[in-house]
């Protein structure tokens, strides 16, 4: 069984920053990939960005340029830098992981942290 755990959420004004951070913690082998979804609510959750073993990345083209994903393999912790926030970046945001317990590959997910950005 893995746990992860989310934080760094909060409010903000358009412009400004926010970090976020997820650690895995449990039965780990190897962690395959990490990312982050968001949901604003009402709608369906998104993929926001993804990182996987290495530094292979992907973003979703609303944020490119202005959110960064990065890891912390010693610490199974995955990092999103947001800057330039925008209203539409209001959403619960939540962490995954891709992760091998031995012989056992299992998706997990944060309980989610909400982020909410005022114009």
């Known amino acids: 069984q893995v746990q992860l755990v989310e934080s760094g959420g909060g409010s903000v004004q358009a412009g400004g920053s926010l970090r976020l951070s997820c650690t895995a913690s449990?039965?780990?082998?190897?962690?395959?990939?990490m990312a982050w979804y968001r949901q604003p609510l009402g709608k369906q959750r998104e993929l926001v960005a993804r990182?996987?073993?290495?530094?292979?990345?992907n973003y979703e083209d609303s944020v490119k340029g202005r959110f960064t994903i990065s890891t912390d393999s010693a610490k199974n912790m995955v990092y999103l830098q947001m800057n330039s926030l925008k209203p539409e970046d209001t959403a619960v945001y939540y962490c995954?992981?891709?992760?091998?317990?031995?012989?056992?590959?299992?998706?997990?997910w944060g309980q989610g942290t909400q982020v909410i950005v005022s114009s």
């Open positions: 995954n992981a891709d992760v091998s317990s031995w012989n056992v590959r299992h998706v997990y």
């Open positions: 449990g039965v780990i082998t190897l962690i395959n990939s």
């Open positions: 990182i996987t073993t290495g530094v292979n990345t």
